[in-house]
């Protein structure tokens, strides 16, 4: 048996007439850093939607830990430790850095049916602490989150689902809008991250996605066209046709 953390089967999402996520079946183990590529409309922010509970399946299991969660609600899934960043950025902008790393650890915690779990509100803000540190944030904590470039709003967005503390992290398209120059710390930092926290990837840019990942799915309209390391995923003629030559 596969010892897969989180796991898919054959899991499908129609749009009306359009199959997004088509019989998509992968298995992310502990510790890993999984990419998933592929161009744009290929299916990715729908598969991973439908990892983290914001989308629901139209066919299909997921599973954590071996435990069936394909009807489980978001939020019991983000306190189970499954968080994710949206591809959009979904920051308050007229709070501080600071602010908003709080207010994401608050927010899911307490609008779940389980917010009578106390709190402890310096453990919360040893979490922001930590979680501002690993992205570097710190120096910028007080400033209106409006006001960072739109690459840092980015690892802002890491910043608030770090604060959670989550086992499973996916990250969609967490790059975009970074600097040439900012991309090696960016990746020093998601390596970091993955030393405690399985990471689930989403990334156009190729470079990061080979440096970075141990595992690669590619997909492309819905389906599942190369799976494995990331050695064997570059050199398939497959790959190289539906998604890396095109770039
Ligand atoms: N809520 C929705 N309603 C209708 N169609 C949708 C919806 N969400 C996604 N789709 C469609 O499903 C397909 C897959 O979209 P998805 O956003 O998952 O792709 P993606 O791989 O994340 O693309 P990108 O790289 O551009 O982010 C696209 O054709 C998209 O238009
Ligand atoms: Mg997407």
């Known amino acids: 048996m596969s010892a897969a953390l989180l796991e898919t089967e054959a899991l499908t999402r129609r749009f009306g007439g359009l199959t997004a996520v088509d019989d998509v079946s992968i298995g992310v183990r502990a510790g890993q850093i999984h990419a998933i590529i592929g161009p744009n ?3 990715k922010t729908t598969l991973v939607g439908m990892v ?6 139209s066919a299909g299991r997921i599973r954590f830990e071996g435990r069936d969660i394909t009807r489980t609600p978001a939020w019991r899934r983000a306190l189970a430790g499954i968080v994710y960043t949206f591809q959009v950025t979904s920051i308050f902008r007229a709070l501080s850095v600071r602010e908003n790393v709080a207010l994401a650890a ?4 307490m609008h779940s049916p389980a917010r009578w779990l106390h709190l402890d509100p310096m453990a919360l803000e040893d979490r922001v602490d930590a979680a501002l540190g690993t992205l570097d944030l710190r120096e910028q904590e007080h400033r209106p989150a409006g006001e960072l470039p739109y690459g840092h709003q980015r690892l802002l967005e890491v910043a608030m689902a770090l604060a959670l503390e989550p086992r499973v992290l996916v990250l969609d398209e967490p790059a975009q809008g970074l600097a040439e120059h900012e991309i090696d710390t960016f990746c020093e930092r998601v390596r970091e991250i993955s030393s405690r926290a399985t990471v689930i990837l989403i990334e156009h840019n190729i470079d990061v996605v080979l440096r970075l990942s141990s595992h690669i799915t590619v997909m492309d309209r819905g389906r599942i066209i190369a799976d494995g390391d990331p050695a064997s995923v570059e050199a398939d003629p497959g790959v190289q046709r539906a998604y890396l030559g095109r770039r």
Do not use: E
């Not at 983290?52 to 399946?57: K, S």
């Not at 608050?106 to 915690?109: A, E, K, P």
């Open 41 to 43: 409309g290929a299916g």
């Open 52 to 57: 983290c509970g914001r989308v629901r399946p």
């Open 106 to 109: 608050r927010r899911r915690l």
